[in-house]
């Protein structure tokens, strides 16, 4: 059987597929590594991985091959760790054969028999807190006929994480135990870290592609209902296995569990990947981003018109924008792709969760505090138009350049009927390099 050195690559890129078709003996090492790095902006946690990265790299193989996996645990690791593979058929799933000491290396060798999409984790008591670290990752067994060809594969595991201080508090965050035992996650993510999946970290496609995504849920606790918002999923391996379902909308994903999506991108724009428990999206960190490029397609997706409805009660005022500029045409995207999903599209927010942004006293008394919430986020309580709203604003200060963030802005303040006004670039700039200033 001939020896094959595998190739691994940290998330959201994946090994390329398998082109042969013989079995063979796959050889794999990790690494279990206990790093300090960032969860969030400006948020450090002191993550157990695998390798390194959470996740750990998808390790890819062909159903009949024997892998050999080497399990070294770092020296400088504070305890003992294992793996259990979901793909393995044997005691633990390897993790009885693999329990390693700091400074020592562990050899398990299986077969892989069944094809699928297969988590893996660390199964050392107590194993919540060792997933809760970050310490997994997905194992995929294609069939021995291989895997249809498709235009790009993706890699995203989510995960709930327990800190005892809130959501997006600077410096080093440490792990809560109780917070775990309750199942009260302070932060749950897609590949270990909040904004892990957008703007220069988003996946990407060209309109008329075809995707493979492999998606896991590693928990520990929370089961995950996978969506992305304006796209149909053509082909879900339900729980990794070989049982395909078609034209799904949201699937959901056991802990502990795992699916292989496929869909095409036909319609170019930006799309968010969410855990449609939609708190978890908007205000715990599940939200990445799939942009597509390409020509558009009105055959398949167009605005019409907006404006009031005609002969009832006006909702907005707001007339159609003119486009009178490329900066006025790409504000008008950022705020069609982004901002309107939770401030809406007429930019009438959502009463008690999302303030207005149309006719905004908040907004338009105040320009260079609009730029710091669109930097830097914002949570707690504000008063717009009178009324209060208690919700959190996610950071686009990593995601959107300082010419999208002026744009975007300058729209809002002409259309909406809102005052009027212009943002620049260099506005934006001064903004960013004064750092984060209280609202």
């Not at 296995?241 to 795992?258: E, K, R």
């Amino acid at each position: 059987m001939p020896v094959i050195e595998e190739t691994l690559v940290d998330a959201p890129n994946v090994p390329p597929p398998i082109q042969r078709d013989y079995p063979a003996r796959v050889v794999i090492h990790l690494e279990t590594k206990e790093v300090v790095k960032e969860i969030a902006d400006g948020v450090r946690y002191d993550f157990w991985t695998f390798n390194g990265s959470v996740p750990g790299p998808l390790m890819r193989v062909r159903e009949g091959d024997t892998v050999e996996l080497h399990l070294r645990n770092s020296p400088s690791s504070h305890m003992s760790h294992n793996i259990d593979m979901h793909a393995v058929m044997g005691p633990g799933g390897g993790a009885a054969a693999t329990v390693t000491p700091p400074g020592h290396e562990s050899v398990l060798r299986f077969k892989a028999m069944l094809p699928g999409i297969f988590i893996y984790h660390c199964a050392t008591p107590p194993v919540p807190m060792h997933i809760a670290n970050g310490m997994y990752g997905l194992i995929l067994v294609e069939p021995a006929k291989g895997l249809p060809k498709v235009d790009h594969e993706y890699y995203v595991v989510q995960g709930d994480f327990y800190t005892s201080e809130p959501y997006h508090t600077p410096g080093l965050s440490t792990f809560d135990m109780k917070k775990l035992l309750l199942e009260q996650p302070t932060y749950v993510l897609f590949n270990g870290r909040e904004d892990s999946l957008v703007g220069a970290r988003a996946l990407t496609s060209r309109a008329g592609d075809h995707v493979r995504l492999y998606f896991g849920d590693a928990g520990p606790n929370l089961v995950s209902s996978f969506h992305i918002i304006g796209q149909i999923f053509d082909d879900v391996n339900v729980e990794g296995g070989t049982l395909v379902n078609h034209n799904v909308q949201t699937t959901l994903v056991p802990a502990g569990g795992a699916a292989m999506i496929q869909f095409r991108t036909l319609v170019p724009g930006t799309y968010l990947l969410v855990d449609h428990s939609i708190t978890r999206a908007f205000m715990q960190g599940a939200l990445g981003q799939l942009i597509v490029q390409g020509p558009a397609a009105p055959e398949l997706y167009q605005q019409v018109s907006s404006g009031p409805v005609a002969g009832g009660t006006v909702i907005t005022s707001l007339p159609a924008a003119p486009v009178v500029s490329d900066d006025m045409a790409d504000g008008k995207r950022i705020f069609t792709q982004i901002c309107s999903v939770c401030h809406q599209a007429d930019a009438m927010g959502l009463p008690g969760a999302f303030p207005p942004l149309a006719m905004s006293d908040f907004l338009n008394s105040d320009h260079k505090r609009a730029i710091g919430i669109v930097l830097h986020g914002l949570s707690g309580r504000i008063t717009v138009n009178h009324t209060g709203y208690e919700s959190v604003m996610p950071v686009f200060g990593n995601q959107l350049s300082d010419a999208e963030i002026a744009h975007v802005l300058t729209y809002v303040l002409n259309n909406f009927s809102n005052q009027g006004g212009a943002v620049t670039a260099e506005d934006v700039r001064k903004v960013r390099s004064a750092g984060k200033t209280a609202p």
